[in-house]
Nanobody, 122 residues
Framework: VQLAESGGGLVQAGGSLRLSCAAP????????MGWYRQAPGKQRELVAS???????TYADSAKGRFTISGDTSRNTVNLEMNSLKVDDTAVYYC?????????????????WGRGTQVTVSS
């Protein structure tokens, strides 16, 4: 099961882009959704996330420029990116996590999108 991402593309430095993501309705009880990114030669890193309770986390690099919004009960999350920099160039991945439990105890399930390319030119 993959998440469906849209948005991304090529933009000049200082510009804006909006990413959107929707998880299938078959994925129930999502408690966190967010966005990660991976630049060439670098590890995947968290950009921003939002929980079912509305707790939002931003990477330091995103604070003041990016805004995450969404509704985990509707399985949707968006990322508004402003004042983009060349260093923001990366593949951006949508992520969703839900907490489950069975006879062995609690565990988490993670879901990912295929990624969408964001390229910021100077």
């Amino acid at each position: 099961v993959q998440l469906a991402e849209s948005g991304g593309g090529l933009v000049q430095a200082g510009g804006s882009l909006r990413l959107s993501c929707a998880a299938p309705d078959t994925i129930l009880s999502i408690n966190t959704m967010g966005w990660y990114r991976q630049a060439p030669g670098k590890q995947r890193e968290l950009v921003a996330s939002i929980t079912r309770n509305g707790v939002i986390t931003y990477a330091d690099s995103a604070k003041g420029r990016f805004t995450i919004s969404g509704d985990t009960s509707r399985n949707t999350v968006n990322l508004e990116m402003n004042s983009l920099k060349v260093d923001d160039t990366a593949v951006y991945y949508c992520h969703a996590r839900r907490s489950m439990s069975d006879g062995l105890g609690p565990y988490e399930e993670d879901y990912w999108g295929r990624g969408t390319q964001v390229t910021v030119s100077s």
